[in-house]
């Protein structure tokens, strides 16, 4: 008997992506493109190396000091960015009340943290010689430890509650609520034109670098996003395995009755 | 870009400490936030009933 054009969709190929929703049908998926992306990762990553301290020339006004920015840029693109992901995760979870959303939320946001504390240190690091200071209350710098205090608010609200699903609806009202901070971090060089530089690499003007110091941002740019990728897979890997400690398909997993 | 020596790739043009500092604790944190992520999942297997 021939499927009807509802039951040939209900098996189309929308159906089969939908499959990975589930826990249980995502988990292998994410186990088998962790080493893809950690590969990728480490590619790009003595790529990058290579090229920002055996391509890039030296700076005529700051010498050596500016190869932290090969660091510091991709570090704080990727807190902004991963900032954003955690907080449409979150949603999703909240809107569609969808498990294996939430769960990617909380595995995203240690992995952001880190990227955020990474681009405030390596900032601080090399304000000290181009600025005179380690620190000063200026509008990005600013921004973005209130960005890292976002995601331990996270961190610790999400923890905190012991019922997962009510930790993760918690979480996600402060993941989106936090997101506005994202464009304001962005911004900031621009609205309050504080000490921190502007955008020397933009979406709408070609960007004033030279191309090798360029390419070397890019590729560890790209070193960290793959990183990203094969962090927060592996940990949701992990949060399904604790969720769902009690379902039969871990607990066969374990070789248990 | 060449170095000439280990010791001028150390010294970075003077600003070692800074370059240094910024990568080797960036380096520190991915080595942390791996041994992390391997002690979850160790944590998480199902027990591994005989």
Redesign the interface.
């Known amino acids: 008997m021939k499927a009807t054009t509802l039951e040939a969709h209900a098996d189309g190929r929308g159906n089969a992506l939908l499959r990975f929703a589930a826990p249980q049908a995502f988990f292998p998926l994410a186990g088998k493109m962790i080493p893809w992306f950690a590969a990728l990762a480490v590619v790009f990553a003595v790529g990058g190396l290579y090229v920002s301290?055996?391509?890039?020339?030296?700076d005529f006004q700051q010498?050596?000091?500016y190869?932290?920015i090969f660091?510091?840029v991709p570090?704080a693109w990727m807190s902004m960015f991963l900032y954003v992901v955690m907080a449409a995760w979150a949603a999703f979870g909240l809107i569609l009340n969808t498990r294996l959303s939430g769960m990617m939320a909380s595995a995203i946001a240690?992995?952001g943290a880190?990227f955020t504390?990474?681009a405030l240190?390596?900032g601080a690091?090399?304000g000290?010689?181009t600025w005179g200071t380690w620190w000063v209350w200026d509008a990005r710098l600013t921004s973005e430890l209130i960005l890292l205090f976002l995601y331990l608010g996270f961190i610790a609200l999400t923890t905190a509650i012991d019922d997962p699903r009510r930790a993760e609806r918690a979480g996600a009202v402060l993941a989106i609520v936090g997101v506005i901070n994202v464009p304001i971090i962005y911004f900031s060089v621009k609205w309050w034109n504080t000490l921190h530089q502007g955008a020397s690499v933009s979406l709408t003007k070609a960007p004033s670098m030279a191309a090798t110091m360029l390419a070397g941002m890019f590729l560890m740019a790209l070193a960290a996003w793959m990183?990203s990728f094969a962090?927060a897979l592996?940990?949701v890997?992990?949060?399904i395995?604790?969720r769902e400690?009690d379902a039969l398909w871990?607990?066969e997993?374990?070789?248990?009755? | 870009m060449n170095w000439g020596s280990l010791e001028n790739f150390l010294a970075m043009g003077g600003y070692g400490l800074y370059v240094w500092g910024s990568y080797g604790v960036t380096l520190l944190c991915i080595a942390v936030e791996l041994w992390a992520l391997a002690r979850r999942s160790r944590r998480a297997q199902p027990e591994q009933r005989a």
Do not use: M, Q
Not at chain 1, 53 to 58: G, I, L, W, Y
Not at chain 1, 253 to 257: D, I, K, T, V
């Open positions: 301290f055996f391509v890039a020339p030296t010498g050596e000091s190869r932290v660091i510091h570090a240690p992995t880190l504390f990474i240190w390596t690091l090399w000290k010689p990183y962090a592996w940990r890997r992990s949060i395995l604790e400690r871990v607990r997993r374990g070789g248990g009755a």
